[in-house]
């Protein structure tokens, strides 16, 4: 009789077109509106190229250190930071006054910026000088110019490549306050697009409740035929609930598999190199979201379109916390409503693929692993308490 429920469940769920659209189609679409919104945005967020000059004077040529740094900084590919234009004072200020250069560097006893306006590119500029000018100090201890050119030139070569991507932090940092960019300095690049993939990971997680419900409520004798004649039946109902249960985790699995090929081969999403530990945080969000329907479906005394519109609002409100609509909702509430995203499983899922970028060992994954797994096991414990105390007076 198991198998025989199983296969039923599984017939059942198939051939219902509003659990398929909410478990397959739904998300598949959704991806494909993030994929067409965020293709760009990265290539949207990247550093635009800020003209500059420098005061071509006789200080500027004796120091090495700003010498190498801006032509590195400068030189020409996908990493170039300014466009510079060295030229005598004169024409430094006359470029600034038409508006070409952001602004001018003249480098005499110290180093002076000149700008017209106070703005992200004038602060990019003040940024990357000071941090040349505080390593330069370094660089001339080892040697003077004059006597060991040679060797300056050498540290200046290595300092250069050592505080560039310091420098390019920074500017990364100057950005983030200025446009509210989320930038990643971990040791794997995070991008925003990665971001919303994985809160529609863990939105198609969650949505997996709905198929839960529908493996409660069909053995319910106040929700469907079905579950009146089990009512009244020798059988074993936890055996029965049971494979429904298990039918319902597969076609979700199903659903899940689906998306993981629709974003990996058809819109060519790069899930990185922890794949595994994404698919394995994947299954346990699955389960959750598969215990979050059936606790929703056993403790509500309501109608099953009821209780899947609740399932939706739940799993949507968790999403938009987590992150879905914009990663700054997830840290307001990481900062002032802590224990909200605690008990938000949509925020443990994308917690968890945060924490394979963000940290270098897996301490925090697995935190989120066996969040999820208590979480799950909590709810499953209530609602076998719930529905093993339901009587009905008449059927």
């Given amino acids: 009789m198991f198998f025989h429920n199983f296969k039923y469940t599984l017939k059942t769920l198939f051939k219902s077109k509003a659990l398929i659209f909410w478990t397959f189609a739904f998300p598949l679409i959704l991806g494909t509106f993030f994929s067409m919104a965020f293709s760009n945005i990265e290539e949207s967020e990247k550093l635009d190229i800020i003209s500059i000059a420098i005061v071509n004077n006789e200080d500027f040529q004796e120091n090495v250190a700003f010498v190498e740094a801006f032509k590195t900084l400068s030189k020409e590919g996908e990493e170039q930071l300014f466009a510079t234009q060295y030229v005598t004072e004169e024409e430094a200020a006359s470029l600034l006054n038409k508006k070409e250069i952001s602004g001018y560097l003249l480098l005499e006893k110290t180093p002076k910026i000149v700008v017209n306006t106070s703005g992200i590119y004038e602060t990019i500029l003040k940024e990357v000088v000071e941090e040349i000018e505080e390593n330069s100090k370094v660089i001339s201890s080892i040697a003077s110019y004059e006597t060991a050119k040679h060797?300056?030139?050498?540290?200046?070569?290595?300092?250069?490549?050592?505080?560039?991507?310091?420098?390019?932090?920074?500017?990364?940092?100057?950005?983030?306050?200025?446009?509210?960019?989320?930038?990643?300095?971990?040791?794997?690049?995070l991008s925003y697009t990665m971001i919303e993939f994985y809160t529609l990971i863990a939105m198609t997680c969650l949505y997996g409740g709905i198929l839960g419900m529908v493996a409660v409520n069909q053995n319910m004798p106040n929700m469907s035929s079905n579950g009146k004649r089990i009512s009244i039946s020798p059988l074993s109902k936890g055996k029965l609930i049971l494979s429904s249960v298990l039918a319902s985790y597969i076609v979700q699995l199903i659903g899940l598999l689906l998306l993981f090929l629709y974003t990996l081969f058809v819109l060519k999403v790069d899930y990185g190199n922890q794949f595994s530990f994404i698919v394995l945080l994947s299954l346990v969000g699955s389960f959750a979201g598969l215990s979050l329907g059936i606790?929703?479906?056993?403790?509500?005394?309501?109608?099953?379109?009821?209780?899947?519109?609740?399932?939706?609002?739940?799993?949507?409100?968790?999403?938009?916390l987590s992150g879905m609509m914009g990663i700054t909702m997830k840290y307001i509430i990481d900062k002032n409503i802590p224990l909200l995203n605690k008990l938000n499983p949509a925020n443990m899922i994308t917690d968890g693929f945060y924490s394979l970028y963000y940290y270098s060992t897996h301490e925090r994954f697995y935190f989120?692993?066996?969040?999820?797994?208590?979480?799950?096991?909590?709810?499953?414990f209530f609602s076998t308490l719930s529905l093993r105390r339901q009587k009905y007076d008449s059927i």
Avoid at 154 to 174: C, D, F, Y
């Fill in 151 to 189: 060797v300056t030139e050498q540290a200046t070569n290595e300092e250069i490549q050592n505080i560039r991507n310091t420098i390019i932090e920074k500017v990364l940092k100057i950005q983030q306050i200025n446009k509210t960019n989320m930038q990643d300095i971990s040791n794997a690049n």
């Fill in 295 to 320: 606790f929703i479906a056993s403790i509500l005394k309501a109608s099953e379109n009821t209780k899947t519109g609740i399932m939706i609002s739940v799993t949507m409100l968790g999403c938009f």
């Fill in 368 to 380: 989120n692993i066996i969040s999820l797994l208590v979480f799950s096991f909590i709810l499953i």
